[in-house]
């Protein structure tokens, strides 16, 4: 693979390095949220069996209207809120985002040869502020609390339709409002992501001498293949440069002049790649589909989604097939 290319790929490694760092953080956290509510939820479930005893079906519905689940829930949001750790990861990630990004572009120009007349980097508060404008931290928090307490939901409306013991549906309950912890982990490394990309281009952008870019996907064997075909084609400097939730793919210029880093692009080295590998990557329908003429480009699509934005994707069967013609 290109050098330069190999270098971004450093950046990419720490991007990755902060992730677990993140992770292990958030885990520890979540540990003090489940302690804080353990007593609550243990009286919600004993709670909960007492009605049941009443005669009263313990369901979602019900559950809504009962003012000891409505304290439990607001008590596990006061706790996500209040912990100051998982803010703090957030902006941490952001912030760690911002400086690779920043540090990627430079690098990148550099090699080619823009290294020289830069302009200073924009302030990192100015980064914040714009990743804030978009998703404010109290918001992806909400996020959070809003799987945590679907999650505290589900299990105790399972438990109790299995008629488990109260120390079980306790802890199941505990089990499925890692959900949320799951949703914290998924932010993090998308606010990281994100902030990567965004101050990279940025920088391209503000360098006046870059009139596009192109995707640098992770080329491995988990990339998914929606970015592996978006991989090396061109875009022009104003446009979006978007990826799907913990997406990490990243981004090199064109310059005005022409120049940029040339590699074998995502769709070219995936119609190289031996049967075997191209069936894993594309799964057997796409794949058959590619062997009977389909092309690759047409798996391709950037979808909306209201909570990330849109991302690229790779197109549903069910689409692909309304566009086989019948002969
Ligand atoms: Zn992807």
Redesign the pocket.
């Known amino acids: 693979m290109n050098q330069i290319i190999r270098g971004v790929n450093t950046f990419k490694n720490r991007i990755k390095s902060n992730e677990t760092k993140a992770i292990a953080t958030l885990l520890d956290s979540w540990y003090d949220v489940e302690k804080a509510i353990r007593r609550e939820l243990e009286n919600v479930v004993l709670y909960a069996q007492e009605l049941a005893r009443q005669g009263i079906t313990v369901d979602e519905y019900t559950l809504n209207s009962i003012d000891r689940w409505k304290e439990l829930l607001a008590q596990v949001q006061k706790e996500i809120k209040n912990k100051k750790e998982f803010a703090r990861v957030i902006e941490d990630m952001r912030d760690k985002g911002i400086k690779t990004g920043l540090g990627t572009a430079d690098y990148v120009l550099d090699k080619l040869g823009v290294g020289f007349d830069l302009l200073p980097a924009r302030e990192i508060d100015m980064y914040i502020s714009m990743l804030d404008g978009k998703t404010p931290i109290g918001k992806l928090l909400d996020k959070a609390y809003g799987e945590a307490s679907n999650g505290l939901k589900r299990g105790l409306v399972d438990g109790m339709a299995k008629g488990l013991n109260p120390l079980q549906i306790a802890k199941d309950m505990a089990n499925q409002m890692g959900l949320g912890l799951e949703r914290l982990v998924l932010i993090a490394r998308t606010e990281q992501a994100r902030a990567w990309r965004m101050s990279t281009l940025d920088r391209y952008r503000q360098t006046g001498v870059v009139r596009g870019f192109k995707r640098v996907?992770a080329r491995a064997k988990n990339?998914?293949l929606?970015?592996l075909l978006d991989d090396g084609k061109i875009y022009d400097v104003a446009s979006d440069f978007s990826?799907?939730p913990a997406?990490l793919?990243t981004l090199v210029p064109i310059l005005n002049t022409g120049r940029t880093v040339n590699w074998e692009t995502g769709e070219e080295w995936l119609s190289k790649q031996s049967d075997e590998t191209q069936r894993k990557i594309m799964g057997n329908s796409r794949y058959e589909l590619y062997k009977a003429g389909t092309p690759l480009a047409d798996f391709y699509q950037i979808k909306e989604s209201e909570i990330w934005g849109p991302a690229?994707a790779v197109v549903p069967l069910k689409d692909l097939n309304s566009l086989t013609v019948v002969e």
Request: charged letters at 10%.
């Open positions: 996907s990339t998914c929606a970015c990826d799907h997406g793919c690229p």
